[in-house]
């Protein structure tokens, strides 16, 4: 997790004070009334094809029959670790109360008002909102939810923002059936969150008591709260506490930053990090009416920018630690970026996004789609030729990215310096993933399906979790550890024209056994060349066992005399060799069992194991990475 800044820049707090936050709270019922027929507006001129799409997605909700949420499938991630089987049916009740609400919403006949009631009333009937995973911290621990102790998680927050949002945009509708339902939504939507959220400091994402760690939930449920703060309450003090203690709260989210907006969680995550820090920001803008603007936070810019740089190709990112190797992120949430900070290239690169799925909009949430809704025109209209950096470097976390930008095939490398204590952290510091133009090469596995194990003590019993899986020295036989304490050293990074060198010594990664002095690796990008070179530079203490590399591919490697290479289905090769006759090579097979990992990369990844044939504690080795 992110370590906050002790001496915090108060960014929020610093524009969310005085006579500003007073005019905001009192005009909170005009723009309440601005918001709802902005958004039924909006919906109106959605194109004929989403529109249909729409229709159809509701018409199959309508006649859905509803789960069960069963006490002992919720019980089963204590007894067994599963999360998904609960997860799926609640999930499913989420899904199919936004598509009959998003229906309603554009058609407006009444139609899919039954059905949404029942959903509606199933979900306030819950039991809790929080899911088996995390209900772990609540006072009595594990197991079935504690009725008399309240607790906001990420799914809490996020069903409470689509409620509010309900109310708002069908509460007159619902009203025509019974006055009860929108009473029993305020009520629960001010006992499950709203009253827990201003009477409770201990809700370890909230920041706010000493040594406390911050990361993606943070933000992502300081962002749902607030939405339905705003939404619905019409109490002006209590509406003004919430919105001060949010301020303080979210502060300790940006402070954790680096001014360089590196997003250490990685690119998936940053769509609830980042991503929810720009509809944070947006919101708090709208309802102050301009007299709030976040245009001079440069560092804010930066989380948002975050995001494009990591991207590879189509939808392909940068998935290093838990982050998705294949993801499309929600484009209005990089717009958002593009709104606040008047930003033509991050509004292309989100524009672009929208053509990597048909139709575009989501639907899963009432939130996202009236996050997509509000901007349509304009998204789907903007110019998409936007443009990523050749290299680029967040010194915060050592994570360097180069592209070749060769007409013979775009080498892509990216690599990591951090340390092995960060958010969803993989043991991976100084390892680098390739890609020839949208193909993988060298590889970094990522997460498989969520389990107990995955967040628990046993994590790196993971084998996807081990520096061993990634493209890394195993030095004297030994393994990465995990913790902060394990880190990169003299990290450094420049370019000239069509070169990039990347420097990392990953010595400290690795613990005392590994009896290794000084281990650097130095990458250097000829892109006129599309070519790599690589330096293994390393001193030992002592030598126990033989040094070697592990390169980690969905290609099975092939052996040639001075190393290997991998051949992409379109006939392209690359070739990794090394210096004759100081290295020998094993290949080792991997089946994938998970199907997380399985739908990336398909059932079977390699990895190639080169070992260093000399004995020596100083030594040196080369290899070149060329496209071909």
Known sequence: MLQINALGQHTLERHLSGEVLTNTVNRIDDWRLEKKNEWNKAIQALSILEKSHIMKVAEDANSFTWPSLLATKYLEYKTDGNRTRYEDDINTRRSIVSHLVIGELVEGKGRFIPQIINGLWLMMEESTWVSPAHIVVQKSGIGLPDPLDDYIDLGAGRVAADLATVYLLLGDELNQISPMITKKLKDVLQSRILNPYLARDDFWWMALQSNNMVNNWNIWINTNVLKVALLVEEDASRLKMIIQKLAHSADKFIDSYAEDGACEEGPSYWLHAGGELGQMLLWLEDVSDGEVTFKEEHKLFNIGNYILNSHIYRNRYINFADAEAIQVPYPAK??????????????????????????????????????????????????????????????????????????????????????????????????????????????????????????????????????????????????????????????????????????????????????????????????????????????????????????????????????????????????????????????????????????VWGGMLYKMNVLIKSMELRNQVIYKIIAN
């Not at 092995?420 to 993933?433: A, F, I, L, R």
């Not at 092939?558 to 094993?586: A, Y």
Request: overall charge neutral; hydrophobic content about 35%.
């Open 334 to 599: 990089i717009w958002a970026y593009g709104t606040l900070y008047n930003d033509d290239n991050l509004k292309a690169y989100a524009s672009y996004l929208t053509t990597l799925k048909s139709p575009s909009m989501s639907l899963g949430t009432v939130q996202d789609f009236l996050m997509h809704a509000s901007i349509y025109n304009e998204l789907s209209n903007h110019r998409k030729d936007f443009i990523a950096p050749q290299f680029h470097f967040y010194e915060s976390l050592g994570q360097a990215t180069m592209r070749s930008l060769n007409k013979k095939g775009n080498l892509f490398l990216a690599t990591i310096g951090s340390n092995n204590g960060v958010s969803h952290n993989h043991n991976d510091v100084g390892s680098y993933m390739l890609y020839l133009d949208s193909t993988p090469v060298l590889i970094d596995v990522g997460v498989g399906t969520y389990t107990k194990e995955t967040f628990s003590r046993n994590r790196y019993t993971l084998w996807n979790m081990q520096s061993q899986w990634h493209n890394l020295p195993i030095i004297n036989g030994i393994q990465q550890k995990d913790g902060r304490s394990y880190h990169a050293e003299d990290v450094e990074y420049i370019t000239n024209n069509e070169t990039a060198q990347y420097r990392v010594n990953v010595a400290k990664a690795y613990p005392k056994e590994a009896a290794v002095q000084s281990w650097m690796r130095t990458i250097k990008m000829h892109a006129g060349n599309n070519e790599i070179r690589v330096e293994e530079q390393y001193q030992l203490e002592e030598f126990k066992k033989p040094q070697s590399i592990s390169f980690i591919s969905k290609i099975k490697p092939q052996l040639v005399k001075d190393g290997f290479f991998l051949q992409l289905d379109n006939g392209k090769k690359v070739f990794i060799n090394f210096e004759r006759e100081t290295v020998t090579f094993s290949l080792e097979n991997k089946e994938i069992e998970d199907p997380r990992l399985i739908k």
